[in-house]
């Protein structure tokens, strides 16, 4: 089984709608990262959540790991096609050693 | 600042044959990972460096994968001889950033025929 599920696995968004996504593990998570995906290319860093609790927002997307540093959700309020892409959750799972464990990614698709 | 670079950006090849990859991680990045990600999954560790000693490899399949990073610098990913499951898209990313965050190069496309 997945260390790291995410959900939904894909998701299709009228445009101007808001969306979450989630990310959930078994274990405690030490450091939890959110990268984006175009189809076919590299991953690029969105944000890092560590501390329970933790809420980062960057434009219209936020990101917030609950209290028991289990779960992850990321926001997105006001959907615009650029948000269209694969959104993935890394996760930090044992305890020092920064080795990412990723989930199975979400595909977000804006129709208009 | 450079990113991180891959080269090629594409490549088809038939069973058996042999494949080589390169990375050139950002300046100054001391870690660098190389990733397997099969379509519809999630990118999954394959060797993690620290400068030119390898920190883990636990999930590389030794018999057929090689990789090294001889100056501490760029690195080269080889498989040899490939098979149909080897295709995937492999990312190169090295670890830097005040948060600790893996920046990611644009990945190398393997088709295995």
């Known amino acids: 089984s997945q260390e790291l599920e995410q959900s939904p696995q894909s998701l299709i968004v009228q445009e101007g709608k808001n969306l979450t996504i989630n990310c959930t593990s078994s274990?405690?998570?030490?450091?939890l990262y959110w990268y984006k995906q175009k189809y076919g290319e590299g991953l690029i860093f969105l944000m890092m959540l560590q501390k329970g609790g933790e809420e980062k927002s960057h434009e219209k997307i936020t990101a917030k790991l609950d209290e028991k540093k289990q779960q992850s959700s990321l926001h997105i309020t006001a959907s615009q096609p650029s948000h269209a892409g694969i959104y993935l959750c890394?996760?930090?799972?044992?305890?020092?050693?920064?080795?990412?464990?990723f989930g199975t990614g979400t595909r977000l698709t804006i129709i208009p | 600042e450079a990113g991180v670079a891959q080269s090629p950006r594409y490549k088809i090849i038939e069973k058996r044959q042999s494949v080589a990859f390169w990375c050139n991680p950002i300046s100054g990045h001391a870690t660098l990972y190389w990733y397997q990600q099969i379509l519809g999954q999630g990118p999954k560790l394959l060797i993690q460096f620290q400068n030119n000693g390898v920190v883990d490899d636990s999930q590389l399949p030794k018999d057929r994968f090689s990789a090294e990073r001889l100056k501490g610098v760029d690195s080269t990913l080889k498989i040899q001889p490939a098979k149909l499951e080897d295709s995937a898209v492999y990312l190169c990313?090295?670890?830097?950033?005040?948060?600790?965050?893996?920046?990611f190069g644009p990945g190398t496309r393997l088709t295995v025929t």
């Open positions: 890394g996760a930090v799972i044992n305890f020092g050693n920064e080795k990412l464990t």
């Open positions: 990313a090295s670890l830097g950033g005040s948060g600790g965050e893996q920046y």
């Open positions: 274990k405690t998570l030490y450091g």
